[in-house]
């Protein structure tokens, strides 16, 4: 069941919910004159703490370029973006950069290992190159939660695809950010190991209280989150809790034909 487009902070008790991220009139514009592309216009999002959320739409709609501002991989034409209180819009070069290294994980495609380390090592480097050090109880209990425990001291060559998103995972969580973005963090794996992941995802979320944030175009990935954000044309368009594959399969239907007709 789908709601209305107005994106809002409000649930349906009216109780306000906590906001880990939140953006306010994003414009991501690229270009000029005839050759402007308008990526992102005018987005007013929140994203919820402790929750998973997923960004859908068609090829070229926004999504990706969407998560990259609000984690601050990009910059936005205009608007402003805010983690927690802190408005990262306008930030300097070095102040972003170690926003992102102590409040933001990271999870993409391509598991970004290091060949040479281990899959303990890879999972406490960012830390290590922070000169920070580990929470113990909580980095054993991250590894337990993703099932790694029997493979800290295998290299990357030694694990299977899954295995690997898994140490990409644990390392996202390890430094405990306030929130964790993944770029279609299962495209590179087959169904079960993908399904294995999302659950590891979805149990951090559920068991962690991490906050969590996807860009997918899978149905079956979306259907692990609590709430699905449909965007089109640079816009949020709909929203959907509780999501079923089912569901967003045909809501993205919906999609394929609107832009058959249009």
Known sequence: MTTATTISPQ????????????GRQIVKAYGSGETRVIALDQVDVDIARGQ???????S?????????????LDTV??????????EITGLKDRKLTQLRRDRIG?????????????????????????GRKPDGAWLNR???????????KHRPTQLSGGQQQR??????????PDIIFGDEPTGNLDSRAGA????????????????????????????YSDRVLYLADGRIVDQMFRPTAEAVLDRMKDFDARGRTS
Do not use: W
């Open 11 to 22: 649930g349906a008790t009216g109780e306000r919910s906590a906001v880990a991220a939140r």
């Open 52 to 58: 998973f959320t997923a960004i859908m739409g068609p």
């Open 60 to 72: 070229g709609s926004g999504k990706s370029t969407l998560m990259h501002c609000l984690a601050g």
């Open 77 to 86: 034409t205009s608007g402003q973006i805010y983690l927690d209180d802190t």
């Open 106 to 130: 990271f999870i993409f495609q391509a598991f970004n290992l290091l060949p040479t380390l281990n899959a303990l090592e890879n999972i406490t480097l960012p830390m290590d190159i922070a």
């Open 142 to 152: 991250v590894v337990e939660t993703v099932g790694l425990a029997g493979r800290l």
């Open 167 to 176: 140490v990409a995972v644990a390392r996202a969580l390890a430094a405990r």
């Open 196 to 223: 294995e992941v999302l659950s590891f995802l979805r149990r951090s979320v559920d068991e962690l209280g991490q906050t969590i944030v996807i860009v997918t175009h899978d149905p079956v990935a979306a259907s």
